[in-house]
């Protein structure tokens, strides 16, 4: 029998996802199936059952995959001279998630797809775990990006580098949530708002 390559593994891996992901932006988590999936994928139930054993591994996968991805974006960022600015940075990685991976009015069903994702945190520990994990890699990213602004100058000193981290990943989680609530905000909409707020000239008391 022929060995199956690792590229080929990879790609069917990947297939997986991608339609899983479909689905749950689609229909919902809890109302898809893994009947749905195979559908949506085209592959019979030993091929799927194969990579993930349910829908809880899908969901825990994609959440990884995205956690790593954006991470990786920071890390990359950080390691750049100057850094680039977070409304830049930020437009960039929601880009990425948002607007390259799905066209037009899916966006808005991947949103809530995260949305989704956030509140199986809430019954689901494995996946409280898994998000948990991401949250806290993703505080470290931008909490070195916060550093590489200092050390280059543009960034004062005077706050604790994970209050700016936190404060900047809730910029990303509110405007996800409003993509998921109201399907009409492009990312350039949250660049232009950073941009102000970071042209902002603060009046030091005397």
Not at 56 to 83: D, H, K, M, V, Y
Not at 86 to 106: I, K, S, T
Not at 108 to 134: K, P
Request: charged fraction near 25%; hydrophobic fraction near 45%.
């Amino acid at each position: 029998m022929a060995r199956v390559s690792q590229e080929h593994l990879d790609a069917r891996r990947r297939q997986i996802l991608d339609g899983a992901a479909r689905c749950f932006a689609r229909n919902g988590f809890h109302a898809t199936s893994m009947a749905d999936v195979l559908t949506e994928v085209g592959l019979s139930a030993g091929a799927v059952y194969r990579y993930f054993r349910g829908k809880e591994e899908l969901i825990g996968a994609i959440a990884t995959e995205a956690f790593t991805g954006i991470r990786s974006a920071f890390e990359e960022a950080s390691r750049a001279t100057p850094p680039p600015t977070p409304d830049v940075l930020l437009g960039a990685v929601l880009r990425l998630f948002l607007e390259e991976r799905v066209a037009g009015a899916d966006r808005q069903a991947f949103a809530r797809l995260i949305l989704q994702v956030w509140s199986e945190t809430l019954r689901n520990e494995q996946l409280f775990e898994t998000l948990s994990a991401g949250y806290d890699g993703m505080r470290e990213a931008w909490g070195e990006l916060v550093e590489a602004y200092r050390a280059n100058g543009i960034m004062t000193a005077d706050v604790p580098a994970d209050r700016v981290a936190r404060t900047l990943i809730a910029t990303a989680q509110g405007f996800i949530a409003q993509q998921a609530l109201f399907g009409d905000v492009e990312v350039d909409i949250l660049e232009d708002g950073l941009r102000g707020l970071m042209s902002m000239e603060m009046q030091r008391p005397s």
